[in-house]
């Protein structure tokens, strides 16, 4: 593969990037670590549950008042017109934020005006809650517009600094309440509302000094043409977060609130592991791919994504040998004790996540031929399925069936959107290395989970970076790309130039 290629500076780029937005999520990963202990500690099991379900509901509410915008954001951005005319970028900026505005407050004040109902109406402590926190669907709206324009215009580092910010004031506002308001959920829910405010004034200002918005700029046409694209994406965005967050509605009916306490605690800790691998490629990835299909066209496409998809999966079974490995140590160290049992979940979670994760590759030809509508569809009946097995196992094998629910739904989602995707941009898969990293993943599983160091702590981090160490040296022995991709990225380290011909995956 020659250095001309340009897959390969675009996977270079590809990498880049992702390393930065995984410098500021391993920085806001840190920050969780750090937080998940307080705050499991701190609130009762079922006030950390009814947060997380209260969170979720949001989250599917804010999706509703996006209409699809920040997607439309990413696939109507045009860097060369924007540069040359000022007029156009200005249209276009005032059109997303301000057509977001108006479409997250009317979502936004009917949930308001719940909280005038009388109490008998209102729907009891959930719907209290929803109602308290209604400033957070318009406040995220917003938000997802503005980091939709920070990543279009590929400045990752500043997404990176807003991000870790964000995440760190809200812990710190969380903490300071605690002693003068108490440990319940509206607490934690007054200082995550009071930061995200803060946040999104500051990026209006930003970008009100940079003359890119006002009013009299909102163009009609464009905002039909970018809710048109971006609406099929609303059933899309919204079913994937009751196929995240179904599971928590299914348990809280089924088994009560401290069960959800534990099943949101499992599915939090196996949420942070995806988003590890999940979060900075699919910051990333959208505008390089579409870049690259403007510029080289549909094979230089599919060679980017085949060959992304091939090192995803790669870190993805080393990922979950580990998560299997030291599941029961992260427990007990990050939740407490008191969450004891909840690592017999973590494994299945993650599992699922990562077969989900794919997405990321699959959507990419689905996404450039605007087939929307498909996704939305396979993202549709994967949710049914959710719903069906949970209905279906709950109330006989109890809390484990959310967790083989959620595998299994996203499982099948993950193979709707291969069959869709793989017929307008079809990828290749490698199936020997994949085989070669199944057989690196089972062996570092075996090794690893035979250890025991005796602390806990110790356990988590000795076997954490061990089972890396294993994982990655059997598939250096199995694997001459792996090999020759060393041998490149050491002489890189080292200054001298790269070897002819090495593999840049």
Known sequence: MTASNPVTGEFKKLFQQSSHYLLGIGGTMALGFISFPIFTRMFSIADYGMIDYASKILLLLTALSKAGMQNSVLRFFNHKDFANDPAAAKRYYSTAFFGVSAVAALVTIPLIGLG???????????????????????????????????????????????????KAFTILGV???????????????????????????????????????????????????????????????????????????????????????????????????????????????????????????SAKTSEFLSRGLDMFIMAAVGTLAIVLVVSHDAVTLLASAKYSGTDKLIPVIVAGLLIYAAQIFLNAGLMIHK????????????CILN???NALL?????????????????????????RLAFKVLPMTLALKPIGGYLVAGTVTWAVGSNIDFGSTFINFTGKSVLSL???????????????EFAVQTWSHLRGQRAVPGAVTF
Not at 116 to 139: E, K
Not at 224 to 241: D, K, M, T, Y
Not at 371 to 376: G, K, Q
């Open 175 to 297: 903490i300071l309440l605690l002693p003068g308001l108490g440990a319940s959920v509206k607490t934690y829910f007054i200082a995550v509302m009071a930061v995200e405010l803060a946040v999104v004034l500051v990026l209006i200002a930003l970008l009100v000094r940079r003359g890119l918005l006002h009013p009299t700029s909102f163009d009609p046409i464009l905002f039909r043409a970018a809710i048109s694209f971006g609406l099929p994406l609303v059933l899309q965005e919204a079913s994937g977060i009751v196929l995240d967050a179904g599971d928590r509605f299914m348990v809280d009916r089924y088994m009560g609130a401290d069960a959800l306490g534990f099943y949101s605690v499992a599915y939090g800790l196996s949420g942070y592991i995806n988003t590890i691998l999940m979060a900075p490629l699919g910051l990333a990835i959208i505008p390089i791919y579409m870049r690259l299909w403007n510029t080289e066209g």
């Open 469 to 483: 160490t294993i994982y990655a040296a059997i598939l250096y022995a199995l694997d001459s790309r792996i090999r």
């Open 371 to 382: 087939r929307t509508y498909a996704m939305a569809g396979a993202l549709t009946a994967s």
């Open 116 to 166: 005038f109902l009388p109490a008998s109406l209102s729907g009891g402590p959930l719907a209290s809650i929803l109602c308290f926190a209604s400033s957070l669907v318009f406040l995220r709206a917003i938000q997802s517009i503005l980091w939709s324009f920070l990543r279009i215009e590929e400045r990752t580092k500043a997404s990176n600094v807003v991000t870790f910010l964000l």
């Open 387 to 389: 719903l069906a097995l």
């Open 394 to 418: 709950l109330p006989r094998i109890g809390l484990q069936a959310a967790a083989i629910a959620t595998f299994s739904s996203y499982a099948f989602c993950t193979f709707l959107l291969a």
